[in-house]
């Protein structure tokens, strides 16, 4: 936003005025941002005769279902781009194959052209909440303890479907902070299992990760402590909290960690094993219970990174994060075979997909690389916010298809929402992104409803897409005539930038009204903070490193609750 | 070859010697590259066995074909990198499908490595002879008359095969060069219909391409002549030759061009119809035939580059070369619905592929890009040298396979040879680089017998892969420690060089060494020259204003041959 704010001057006062009169006259509906009401006005009647087909589809279903909705599982993995997972057709570029997410496209749909954001938080925060993850405050979880997390005011997916009728839980990756409000059991799942943070913890800083020197700072053995007045400044990684289990409206506890522990890889390879069987054992009793359910795998696979584990490579590429995609796949392979086990394939949902490109830093060891679309995570290019995407729902989801509409992650939100009968439980006082998309899902090709997709890096602009056009947007005071834009299909990589007068004229001008009509919508409905809290707040058994480095992160702050 | 001149000096006399003791020792086999003969010592027990089982198969072939060994199409896409067709994962990376091509990889197998020369005349020469094109001295054919071509002293493919009882035809781009010797219908052909010389003069130079300023330096309109003390400099487009049709033993006739006539477009295309229709004809008249046939389909497109004859975009992606690369697929649709129509498709083996990665110059205009492998036509670089391949034989090569064995163009050569049973005619006193791959169409993913390319850049040797890596050859003098390489699995694009002490101790000096062996097999095998000989000999209907070209040429090339 700050970069733009320069670029905006001339017409905000107008967009503003604009923006103000057609949100007031939706008051009572879902309000949306400028770019979805522009589509809205020009295919609103086909949408709505669509919808009465699909609601009478959706009718039949439940049914058929014991009148209720289907079940959700919603499958994401981490730091996982364009292609490479499925897509056979890549096997040979990438050096190896993962059978079962390539059958599963095959009894689905690909969603071809899925953005997510660029980075794990930001990903998570918006299909769990259909914005982006400006508009809440909280676009990155950091590396360290920070007292920080998704706000309670804001309204997860969990939480519309529990409020209609759905057993929720969480297992894997969250990442959604480490205060107490931010934690999945107090966002709506009814249980969860999940660390406090991230792989940079679990799987760069663990004590086999550190011996083989892929963080280099943080091992103490090799750095001379003569410049560390400051002692707190560098964090142990063994003192933050690992992995944790709660159920809604109790207590959350750490597990698997004893004090004193030095978590190592073998830790981290457990846990994520833990993660795999807890989903097939929460699965099991979700099936046999009464409600539809919504349930979440997040595997910590495949981000991984140490080699003394590490036999031999099972594949040609022979990258840790490749074998790791590669054990993943088996997971999941073994959660689908579940699925048939209990009889509930027709019923359920199943979306598996990554949550941002590659980590770029690390892909020459990693055996991940930015095949196809440039860039990877962190960035605004496609290549960090293009990810391989398939949903299956056999019968109501035409098997075997690949669509080319643009899809955002936080449409997840709003399909699954309407999917799960929760449409009436979306609120109604802030913007929601995320589209519909069921008529994309059940009628297939061409009924997407986003032509779209603003590209944020945490809370800055980057980029706007429309159609297959995407503008890198200029420096403050940069006119948009000489702005970067690419034709996707011409140059799928962004390298070779062509000015607006070359794609053509106006479109400079139609792409910076877009920013503007986006960013005049704030005026209205401004972007909020993001979550405060005590951090590890309400994790009843703290280890006593852990005390020490809450008190010292709580001091830091200001704060003076006592963790004890 | 120059580049490593001092590269090589210190063990090039080592290197002769052992590989002059190892040819001898062959005397009477076809005539290896000291490559080929490391693996052969490694696996030829093996291969032995395979080839009996083989052997087996195909006389149980040949006895259900009537005595006969199977028909052989080929189909050899302009210009067409990998990714670019069939794959239909990558379509909306794309913005096109090709569902013709689709459909025939499914039903045959995919050679996920296949690597061609980086240009249109070497690929071809490499098919055609089995050998790298440096060797026969023809490795590119000028954009202008030149009075060179690919030497009667080659033994071209459609030679071996009329050896053994084939009926040969070609259809389409030939691009072989612009003298008698080397025409289609001088190299084993017995019917040939095809243009002298390539697109530049057909797709950029035509009348249309010139008003839209494709090509600047050749329009008049917008050139002074003040600076043109030498008028035949700038040749006239127009007086080259274009279409030809002959049969062997018969003369060559320039065909469909009036003195005088500006060839255009719409001509450009009308010729491309015209190829695709022969091509259906000779067909019907081959498949009727009692002979078994060698037919080459080359089509002019997809390489197009006019708008004025495109009414509306038929794909998201709206180059011109993207349309017509869909166009091109629904000619290779129609010839494969003739296949079956004619009831030959199971005794018929078709090999679909392109010769080389796109024209770079052109991306942003074309459609085209390197949109996975980095680099393009004329380049050493994967993206220069891998293409899309596919090859069906209904019951003999199993269907909806995707191999990664290596396999290089040239190969074609030594397969079709074989299958055609006309391995003995495989000249016995050159170097022949094309390997005999019927175990890896046969038998299946690991049963290739290559793991090695040698890249060429015209006459110059510049990159080495084995394996999954590649080293991109130092300059003169340059150490091969600190030469670029790649492990193309994790580095696909070539983009992020690694030195062979991080690739691996002693693998810098291993490509050094591989090398050095592979040319000091030219000290008792030299490349040889081109064919040499005046410009457009044995075509008996040259126009008048190509007659005052040939004059030119003649004159300018100290010859005194009139073209009367």
Redesign the interface.
Known sequence: MRSLNQFLVPVCGVALVLSTSVARAQEGSIIRDAEYRILERQHGDRWAAEDKDIDVKLAEFREKNGGKPPNILYILLDDVGF?EV???????????STPNITDFADQGM?M??MYTEPSCTPTRVAMLTGRHPVRTGFDEAKAVPEGEGLADREVTLAEVLSENGYATAHIGKWHMGDIEQSYAINQGFDYAEHPIHQQAQLALMNSTALNEGHVDGVDLRLRSTDLMLDDTFRIDPYAMVYGTIGEKGGAIREVHMEPGQKFSQDDYVAMGQRYKQSTLDQMEKLAKGDKPFFLQYWPLFPISFTRTDIEQAQT????PV?EAIVKVDGYIGEILSRVEELGIADNTIIVIMGDNGPFMEF??KS?Q?????RGGKTEHLEGGVRVSAFVRWPGMIEEGT?V?DITHVSDLFSTFARLGDGEASIPRDRIIDGVDQTALWLLGETHGRRDYVFVYEGFVLRSLVKQ?YKMHLPPPGGNPILAAMY?L?????ED?P?DSIRIGVGFGANFSLMAQRHLAMKELYPDMPPGHGPLYGGIENLRPETKELVDNILFAQGLTINPD
Chains 1, 2 share one sequence.
Not at 316 to 319: K, P, R, S, T, V
Not at 369 to 373: E, Q
């Open positions: 292609g499925g897509m056979p057709d890549l096997d040979v570029v990438r050096g190896y690909s071809m052209r040609l590429n022979g990258g490749a892909v020459d055996g690389s930015d095949r196809i679309y690949r080319k297959q034709d299909y011409k140059n799928p990589r070779r062509q």
